[in-house]
């Protein structure tokens, strides 16, 4: 089959109206619909990894967050290779194959969560290929920037970018449904603990009986309950037993440190030990579900859009080589751009990847604590939704002036954050402001990102080849992160239960990425006005 075009010309107005038009919106109707996929396969791990401890897994905070981050680290790097490959192998090879890649990890997961024994470096590479649906976006974007005329880049874009990203709420929406069907394989028993109940199974057991149960436990998983508890409180109580034997220590723990750091265990161990302190709690639940439908769910419609892309894609005309793009990093608006558009797409997809595990560690150890999956996909659906509406505003009012607001926006939101205590609560009634100045976050991020995609086109209006490369670049750098948010915030949270100093270090990169935005794209008499 005929790959490349014989002529592409999307500013001749006669040629759009006669071929141009039909060619490139089926082009982005078929591109668009693969990256939802490329989106939910990118954060399919962020919503499975929450499941994983009560299923069985015997997996630590800090490696839940890492198979969150991976993903992110994948994406970034493999965005780098998709920025420079469209113009070599054309729009119907890339996205065929970069959708048959995405079977990878959709299949490979499938199978791995269905056995507990399942070692955490398989999930770790499997993560690790979870980064091609991340990798697809800096080629897919590119390749419809060049397929449209300038008037109608930023709607193109928005629309694509902004559809593109519902995958991740697709992911984060569809994983509590998918649970409970069977495609494939048999269910498992998924325990969750009550923090609640297991209060009230400590209040009523004798400090002797606890003391009992706690000892017959081996040391290594002594030291691991240990360390939920938060380190003021466990350095206060060592100094007042002035002991070393950890049962000890954990007996002279206050009433409810001792039962939220039961509850903060996996859950299968923290079942076991409630059942010795009390054979007929109600702190412990068990539901039966598929969780590997949550990853074999997307196979058909993967192989679907394959064959699709395969026989209905056409590539422009524009083969060059890898050493010839390389062009744009003499540019310094590429670094400008670079920057701006990690705070725009970096705090939307880092937030989306995190979102689960913040709502999981920071408020999972209250009575009557939240389901993390079913307040996790309004963030992304906000900020893709948003995206998409204010791809056209940015095309009649210009997207420099949207990226400064969104700086703004994400600012406030951080800002509040930290000095309202919500990322080291003290109780459920904090949760819905939480909740709330996250998903203002994402939708300013969303706005962010509708206007850094109109920019890039403006800002190296002198050649196109060049803006498509630029595209990739910074969403591939921006592509980071998932790993930097969850990897950062997993460590904030493991070495002190809080992440107020994850988004300290927020506020001061979008005050310099806002500032950057603001003097050489949106003020008035600036060099690259956008």
Partial sequence: MKTWLDKWEPEDETFWKNTGSKIAWKTLTITTLSLILSFASWFMMSVIAVKLPGLGFPFSKDQLFWLVAIPGLAAGFLRIIHTFILPIFGTRHVVALATLLKLIPVIGIGFAVMDTNTPFWVFAVLAFTCGFGGG???????????FFPKRLKGTALGIQAGIGNFGVSLAQFVTPLILSVSIYGASS??????????????????????KEVFAALDAEVQTKILDNVKKPVLDSVCEATQSVEKAEIFTALPLKAKSKAIANANPKLAEKILNKLNPENEAV??????????????????????????????????QTSIKEQMDIFKNKHTWFCT???????????????????????LYGDFPDAPDP??????????????????????????????????????????????????????????????????????????????GTFRQFPIIFSENQRQAAGVIGWTAAIAAFGPFIFSKLIGNNITANGTVNQFFIGLILFTILATTINWWFYNRKGCEKPS
């Fill in 136 to 146: 697809d976006f800096s080629s897919f974007m590119p390749s419809t920037s060049l």
């Fill in 189 to 210: 028993v998924f325990t969750s603990v009550d923090a609640k109940e297991t209060l009230n199974v400590f209040k009523d057991s004798t400090v002797e009986k606890q």
């Fill in 285 to 318: 639940t068990h539901k039966k579900i598929y969780i590997q439908s949550a990853a074999f769910w997307y196979t058909s419609f993967l192989l679907i859009l394959a064959v699709i892309s395969w026989f209905f894609l056409k590539s422009i005309p524009m």
């Fill in 339 to 361: 920057i701006t558009y990690v705070m725009t797409f970096g705090t939307f997809a880092g937030l989306s990847a995190a979102f689960p595990l913040m709502i999981k560690y």
């Fill in 373 to 450: 999956l079913v307040y996790a996909f309004y963030g992304p659906l906000i900020g893709s939704a948003s995206r998409v509406a204010f791809g056209f505003v940015a095309d009649k009012i210009g997207g420099a002036i949207l990226t400064t607001i969104t700086g703004f926006g994400i600012l406030t939101g951080a800002i509040i954050l930290v000095t309202q205590g919500l990322v080291s609560p003290t109780s459920m009634d904090q949760f819905p402001l939480f909740v709330g100045v996250i998903l203002s976050m994402f939708f300013f991020t969303g706005v962010g990102n509708a």
